[in-house]
């Protein structure tokens, strides 16, 4: 009769132990939820079950104490370089790129978008030996070069822009494929950015243009308010030759009639394409990116971009508000893309989270270019969860001191112990 009673104990107590793992206690910014306050995070099957101030560590099989940090939601990083399976030399589709899990979720990013790297001739080699094996959820907007960036010389190639052939791939992976890039396009005409919004109109998809060369011929203000339509995306903002503030220091107006569009913005840092001197003056008016992203290559991953943490951060020291921040590398990326279940919180959505601690001090942030500008806070990554399960855990929240384990702890149940010599 005892042993009936403690067996119903236990699974009584099993049974009120209704989440696989509880955050508790971390500072949440969930910016389409509208929270910007102290909560704990429940997850149950890799989903985000409940949202609460307060929630009893008993209900969870595993409680994770955050307080002190911030919770958001995973990035969204949707300008990245990740189709390295070519291994041609010197190629954004090959070397240049970077394998998605090797930087996504030691930095909190547990979606990406890689920009273009693959064309209509060559996505369908990209998805099978990129997309379709890694961790990290990428997806992907198709080049409307025929072979992507796998030369600078095939990206001028006009006669290989073929809107149609474009189309017809979106719509067989549009599963992974969420719009149309041109990129470096250097000719005087708008063949390469027309060409790409023929394709996304077909697709029903957003284009996302690297406008390449600056030419008098087709000025980047003609872009924005006359090309693009609602929802397309004008990547690196801040590049050097992109034309924000006049003389006087004022944003050109031109920027906010081609945002009333519905044109969005969107950083690309990337290795040579963003400057304090565009930056600094579109962020201190107000004027913010609709998007923060990366362009994570191997011509940036060692600086002065490095990383989402080190952007954000350079958003922050230039004026923006935390929880813009987190809005524009979550919640507004993943709508850009068309995939509104992802960059929030929401019961019910993916439990993709990342964990921040907020650094406090004296941190030097530089453009491409030389430029310099300090700031005080700086975010560093110290978790990152994808469908509930964590895979980068930097100062081992959560695990226990070794020495309170048991005696043979891993040491999986097939396997024993052997005697050290001289015993049996």
């Not at 957003?206 to 397309?232: A, C, H, I, N, S």
């Not at 068309?338 to 001090?361: K, Q, T, Y």
Request: aromatic content about 10%.
């Amino acid at each position: 009769m005892r042993r009936a009673l403690l067996l119903f104990a236990l699974a009584s107590a099993a049974g009120a132990q209704t989440y696989d793992l509880l955050l508790q206690g971390g500072h949440l910014i969930d910016p389409k939820n509208g929270i910007d306050a102290v909560r704990d995070v429940a997850i149950r099957a890799g989903k985000v079950a409940a949202v609460a101030e307060n929630i009893p560590p008993s209900q969870a099989r595993k409680t994770i104490g955050v307080k002190g940090l911030y919770l958001s939601p995973g990035l969204v990083d949707i300008h990245v370089h990740v189709f390295h399976t070519t291994g041609v030399k010197d190629a954004w589709a090959g070397d240049n790129s970077v394998a998605p899990d090797s930087f996504s979720f030691r930095t909190g990013v547990t979606t990406m978008a890689d920009a273009g790297s693959s064309g209509w001739r060559n996505f369908e080699t990209f998805r099978h030996t990129v997309i379709d094996r890694a961790r990290t959820r990428v997806f992907a907007f198709i080049n409307i070069a025929g072979l992507g960036m796998l030369t600078n010389i095939v990206e001028q190639a006009t006669a290989d822009m073929k809107p149609d052939e474009v189309a017809a791939l979106a719509k067989k992976h549009k599963d992974v494929v969420v719009g149309v890039k041109t990129a470096h396009y250097e000719g005087p005409d708008w063949t390469a950015v027309d060409r790409a919004l023929e394709a996304g109109t077909k697709a029903g998809l957003p284009v996302m243009v690297d406008f390449g060369w600056f030419l008098k011929e087709r000025p980047y203000w003609q872009l924005v308010t006359g090309k693009l339509r609602p929802g397309d995306i004008s990547t690196h903002f801040f590049r050097g030759p992109v034309p924000i503030a006049g003389s006087d220091g004022k944003l050109y107006d031109y920027l906010k009639q081609a945002r009333t569009r519905g044109v969005k913005f969107d950083v690309g840092h990337g290795g040579g394409s963003f400057v304090w001197r565009n930056a600094a003056p579109a962020i201190r008016q107000g004027f913010y990116p609709d998007s923060i992203s990366t362009d994570l290559h191997t011509g940036s991953m060692n600086g002065p971009m490095f990383d989402m943490p080190t952007t954000m951060s350079k958003m922050l020291a230039a004026g923006m508000p935390l929880k813009e921040v987190i809005l524009r590398s979550t919640w507004n990326p993943a709508q850009q893309i068309g995939h509104p279940e992802l960059g929030h919180l929401s019961v019910g959505a993916f439990a993709d989270i990342a964990v921040w601690r907020m650094l406090e001090g004296s941190f030097g942030f530089a453009d491409p270019e030389g430029g310099k500008v300090t700031g005080k806070q700086r975010l560093q990554c110290e978790m990152t969860l994808k469908d509930g399960e964590i895979l980068f855990n930097w100062n081992a929240l959560g695990a226990v001191d070794w020495q309170n384990l048991k005696p043979d702890y891993g040491v999986r149940p097939v396997e024993f112990l052997i005697p050290p010599p001289g015993k049996k």
